[in-house]
Nanobody, 127 residues
Framework: QVQLEESGGGLVQAGGSLRPSCAAP????????VGWLRRAPGKERVFVAA????????YYADSVKGRFTISRDNANNTVYLQMNSLKPEDTAVYYC????????????????????WGQGTQVTVSS
């Protein structure tokens, strides 16, 4: 079992930045690909970004490409989501999730690929 803890959400004005992080205390994170997904009010949870276990490959939803950057620090068992140029439509609960490796990179765009989930962190962008 891998327990994931998100932090770093909050309230920000449109155009601002946030950097949520995802940690796996007491576990070696490097064996897993990690993704961020979000659920906006009244909508389904959707893919945002993912990074492979080595950090060598990253994947982004079209809606965040060029604004968000996912990265990982395996030495500290932490994954980050740098979010710049935030828009009100980015408002959502953001979840980090871990997936076993060995699957095509494109599969990390599906929430069904992930084996472990955090509780989520709220991101609110005001206009």
């Amino acid at each position: 079992q891998v327990q994931l803890e998100e932090s770093g959400g909050g309230l920000v004005q449109a155009g601002g930045s946030l950097r949520p992080s995802c940690a796996a205390p007491g576990r070696t994170f490097s064996a897993y690909a990690v993704g961020w997904l979000r659920r906006a009010p009244g909508k389904e949870r959707v893919f945002v970004a993912a990074v492979t276990w080595s950090g060598g490959s990253t994947y982004y939803a079209d809606s965040v490409k060029g604004r968000f950057t996912i990265s990982r620090d395996n030495a500290n068992n932490t994954v980050y989501l740098q979010m710049n140029s935030l828009k009100p439509e980015d408002t959502a609960v953001y979840y980090c999730a871990a997936a076993r490796t060995g699957y095509p990179g494109s599969s990390y765009r599906s929430e069904y690929r992930y084996d472990y989930w955090g509780q989520g962190t709220q991101v609110t962008v005001s206009s």
